[in-house]
């Protein structure tokens, strides 16, 4: 979002109050310039080894987005058959896909094995079967768990001692007894830390853990990092450095590979990196309430449209685009969903009337796709902008959509 010189925000010069006025509020906005100038600043962070970003697709599955990410040269991570689906409908070959499950039933993995991606093992039975079943004659990936605990919030570190992510490092051995004993073609090793994650220090530190485990493994091609990095939430949060990051990576993993001798792929999974920033959500104040206790500005949306800040207590920048010139008040700004839904609190924002068009912004990751149907309703129509045309990629549900799987009507 631009504040432009006449303090009227904008979207590559479009105005929120006429995005909702074509097609309706609350909307997923998503601006594809950001898109693009994110996915550019980790390509040139890494331009010094042969990096592929995989895009944690959990994060943001609109197929628009998704076709964007292709056109830009940017693969998938996915982690279950229906965003493998999706991929493939946004038109990636499946071997540019990459599927990182937790804990699925094993049909899942042969499907999408047998489809064509490839797949990241995370746990030994899984490898277990997955050499019983494909032998060596399918390549995977083993998702290592280092025991490293780093993330924003406890609830999305995955990579500590108590995590159900991966399989731990310290069972080094029983990986390497089933590996021989299948002569499964472990191709790459893979590891995701947590979400959210500001300083080199903790990447730093998987990384030569999983240079160190590596050397077990004479066949690799790939080298897999996940994702993680920090975006700036609040206004001056400190964010991942990229730059000092790429630098500091890029000599590690250079030294790795001259001792492993060959050059590897280097692999990353960024899902909020890549699409956080460009996402707003609008929403449209239905009632203000001057409560003895609070101003509480009531919003059409709720936590059916964006959980995070109920599920993390994380916090979203909102801004009042109807009055930006406005006096500063207090107010918590909270959903219309039957169930506390509290978006901010005792949050200052330019005087809130009804029918002000708010937007909550850094909602391009984790927002539609953590969606749902609460209280039925009807989860938002989004709206790609990009060259400066604001499309829409996905309609706004309705009441049929609802009904659709319901039987007996
Ligand atoms: C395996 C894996 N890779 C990548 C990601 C993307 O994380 P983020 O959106 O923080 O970059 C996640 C989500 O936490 C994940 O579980
Ligand atoms: N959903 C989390 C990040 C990813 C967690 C999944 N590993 C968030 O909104 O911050």
Redesign the pocket.
Known sequence: MQLSDQNQYTIQGIAPAQLVEQFGSPLYVYDGQTIRRKAAALQKAFSGVNMKIKFAC??NTNLAVLRLMREIGVELDVVSPGELEMGKLAGYQANQITFTPSGVPFYEVKEAVEAGAIVNVDSLPLLEWFGQTFGNTKPCLIRIKPNVAAG??AK?M?AHADSKFGISVLLLDQILEIVKKYDIKIIGLHQ?T???IKDAEPFLKVADILFETAKHFPDLEIVDLGGGFKVSYMPGDAITDMELLGNKITARFKKFCSEYGRELQLWFEP??FLVSESGNLLVTTTVVKEDPARNFVHVDSGLNHLI?PM??G?YHHILNTSNPTGEEKPYNVVGYICETDTFASDRHLPEVRQGDILAFLNAG??GFT?SSNYNARFRPAEVLVDNGEARLVRRRETLEDLLLTQQGL
Do not use: L, V, W
């Open positions: 959990k994060s924003g919030h999305i995955t995701h947590g979400s959210d899902g909020k995070r599920m993390y994380s990751a984790y953590m």
